[in-house]
């Protein structure tokens, strides 16, 4: 099971807890934060690699609120999974 737990936020920061998720999900929402230009710096750490918590950091340019980036890139990520799984259907009934 997933969890998520607000660390630290301020009008431009946003700092998260999600225990559950390794370097797959929080790689593709980095990237995916990254592509915006309102994005100042976007990180994740994985403080131990013994341990299922990963910690999100995301700091944006004041133009937008880092809650509304996040969403939006976990969004954009969902969207290329789904993109994804669509492509590789199609590739597998051709062979």
């Known amino acids: 099971m997933m969890k998520v737990k607000v660390l630290d936020r301020t009008s431009n920061e946003l700092k998260i807890e999600v225990e559950g ?3 797959t999900i929080c790689n ?3 990237k995916k934060l990254l592509e ?3 994005i100042d ?3 994740y ?3 131990h690699p013994l341990s299922s918590s ?6 944006t340019k004041g133009r937008v609120k880092p809650e509304e980036a996040l969403r939006e890139a976990v969004e ?6 789904k993109e994804f799984g669509k492509e590789l259907k199609e590739a597998l009934k051709k062979t």
């Open 21 to 23: 998720v390794g370097h």
């Open 28 to 30: 593709l929402v980095q």
């Open 36 to 38: 915006n230009k309102n």
């Open 41 to 43: 710096l976007a990180g």
């Open 45 to 47: 750490d994985i403080p």
């Open 54 to 59: 990963t910690v999100i950091y995301v700091r």
């Open 76 to 81: 954009k990520a969902r969207e290329a999974n």
